[in-house]
């Protein structure tokens, strides 16, 4: 019955529609405010749907179409939300860039993507973009928010500012030539088999994951949420743009990340994603909170939090909660446990999830011991974010929740998890503008992860089937890339990336046992022993150097902030290698544990 009711609700709906109807009736509502305190400023429904109709005829005079590509290089700030709308309106795709990009990275999204018009910010993102401009042949208009900026003489630039004139007069024309399953936008991967791929959203996509989760999950009407996402990640682009207009909230942008805290307290957000680290920090910040407490104080909050793990738990196992239990919960948390939410923003909060990568269950258990129970959810770009969706009524502790309603997930005989429904992406954007199917003749993808599906339809992630490393940030980083190009100094024979579920890259780098003494005896080095010269200064400071310069074409994400050098060769009698000389990396990470460990316990490199 949900599944019906969904299709009925998302039947003929698009963007542009629910933003005009945002704007006829909630019109006076807040939708955006830009940061926290008294003098930010916020755009209601109605001027914000104003702002858009202006930008869309600045953006068609400068050659922006239907069909066409538009990257966004610009921090959370209102004119990307306004940039973004304007080309859905035109009919083109806008793509949010990460500002971690490498100089490489960006021309290859620059030249796949064939974007018509590029949107930057100020003078941060044209020297990250200048040297790729000029390889870029479809590229017909740069838009600066800060015209100071623009190089003299070079007619492709234009200032966001001029673009502003008067509203298009065919803008409600334009709102209804949009359909359900038109492209929307593209996001891209992270590429972890190889190149990125660009995953087309469809109107339908958006609004259907969007409808899904407040199916799931009610909360009341015209929500309060927090943007401190990358505007690039799928997350932010259904949470931050597309649910906010399907349900008519209103969006406080955080543009810092580490003013996250300040942000929540001002806001109190009803709905609230967060990748793991955010879960975690917040944990930490209330265990030492709670540290503090004494005398009956400290035993009220643990007679409560016990009761409230209790219920956690049962609720888990899928099991009824006791009515005395339920009453006597209600008033702990009204009066112990919700006060401790309110001291990080969270005593109003209805729907926290947790996704993008696993989070540790001991994090899960102490929220919901302060009753802010963390439900996780799993998806992928291609699944426009949520898949399976962990609720109140149905999760288990370590799993990902249930396919949501008209969502189907299957595993295949080597465990594979396929997906199938309306979540499901439109596909993958060629260089020529076209789109290839992301799926197989009978609608299902291929998730590249591999878990089960237990009797109550619960899904558990239990490994990926690709070689990809999500740290605790929730970033996807490919380890093969990082690797290649630090086995291109001849003193490492392997080198093994590391950062799963850890806050930031690390790498093992084995010596080469006949190249390194070579290289010892040339620079003059008294010893040819290997695990002597894994501490030699000569040889750190090369590796120090080929790490450095390996980080000079990698993104912020996939740098490597600390390494060790190993003297002892990797064979595959010793584990680490298969006979086919491939790396046996959960071999890797048991072996060498104490090292890995090392780096971030103490975070020294070399």
């Known amino acids: 019955m949900a599944e019906e009711q969904l299709r009925q609700a998302v039947e003929g709906l698009t963007i542009t529609k629910l933003l005009r109807r945002n704007a006829q009736e909630f019109g006076d509502l807040p939708a955006l405010t830009a940061g926290i305190g008294p003098d930010a400023p916020t755009l209601t429904w109605s001027r914000l749907r104003a702002e858009v109709a202006v930008l869309t005829r600045g953006l068609a005079a400068v050659g922006l179409g239907r069909g066409n590509r538009m990257l966004i290089a610009m921090s959370k700030r209102p004119e990307h939300w306004i940039a973004d709308l304007a080309a859905v309106h035109l009919g083109a795709l806008p793509c949010s860039t990460y500002d971690t990009l490498s100089t490489e990275q960006i021309r290859y999204v620059a030249r796949h993507s064939a974007a018509t018009v590029l949107v930057l910010e100020g003078e941060e993102q044209l020297r990250r973009w200048q040297p790729v401009l000029d390889d870029l042949p479809q590229l017909r208009s740069v838009v600066v928010l800060d015209p100071a900026v623009a190089p003299a003489g070079d007619i ?53 994951e969007s409808l899904m989760q407040d199916h799931l999950v009610p909360l009341q009407e015209h929500p309060r949420s927090v943007a401190y996402l990358p505007m690039a990640h799928i997350a932010e682009r259904v949470l931050g743009i597309c649910m906010p207009i399907c349900n008519a909230g209103h969006v406080t942008i955080c543009a810092d990340p580490t003013q996250l805290l300040p942000a929540l307290l001002a806001v109190r957000p009803q709905g609230f994603f967060g990748v793991p680290r955010v879960w975690e920090k917040l944990a930490a910040g209330l265990r030492a909170k709670l540290a503090t407490l004494a005398g009956e104080q400290a035993q009220a909050v643990a007679l409560a939090r016990e009761a409230a793990l209790e219920v956690f738990h049962l609720r888990s196992a899928g099991k009824e909660i006791p009515a005395g239990l339920a009453a006597r919960m209600g008033q702990l948390d009204a009066q112990v446990l919700r006060p401790i939410r309110a001291a990080v923003g969270f005593d109003d909060c209805w729907r926290a999830f947790s996704g993008a990568a696993p989070i540790p269950t001991a994090v899960l258990e102490f929220l919901a011991g302060v009753g802010l129970p963390v439900y996780e959810v799993w998806g992928l770009s291609e699944t426009t974010g949520a898949a399976t969706v962990s609720t109140p009524e149905v999760f288990a502790l370590g799993a990902v929740g249930r396919p949501g309603p008209g969502i189907e997930v299957k595993a295949a005989d080597d465990g594979e998890l396929f997906v199938r429904g309306p979540v499901v992406c439109h596909g993958y954007l060629r260089a020529d503008g076209g789109v290839d199917a992301a799926t197989d003749a009978e609608g299902w993808f291929a998730t590249g992860d591999v878990g089960v599906v237990d009797d109550r339809g619960i899904v558990t992630i239990t490994d990926r089937k690709k070689e990809l490393i999500i740290t605790d940030g929730g970033k996807n980083v490919a380890p093969t890339k990082i690797e290649s190009l630090l086995r291109a100094h001849p003193l490492v024979a392997y080198a093994v990336a590391i950062g799963d579920r850890r806050p930031y890259l690390t790498a093992l780098l084995v010596l080469d046992e006949e190249v390194t003494p070579m290289w010892a005896r040339a620079n003059g080095i008294d010893t040819t022993d290997l695990t002597e010269l894994a501490e030699h200064p000569a040889v750190l400071a090369a590796l120090d150097q080929a790490v450095a310069e390996a980080n000079e074409v990698l993104s912020r994400a996939e740098q490597v902030k600390s390494y060790r050098v190993l003297g002892v060769p990797w064979t595959a009698e010793s584990g680490e290698l298969t006979p086919k000389l491939s790396l046996r990396r959960k071999t890797v990470d048991a072996v060498h544990a104490a090292t890995i460990e090392s780096m971030y316990t103490r975070g020294t490199t070399g």
């Open 156 to 208: 492709r630039f234009v200032s966001y500012a001029d673009l502003r004139g008067d509203e298009d007069p065919a803008f409600e024309t334009l709102t209804d030539d949009i359909t359900p399953h038109q492209p929307l936008a593209v996001v891209y991967t992270s590429g972890t088999t190889g190149e990125p791929k660009g995953v087309v959203l469809s109107h339908q996509n958006v609004i259907y």
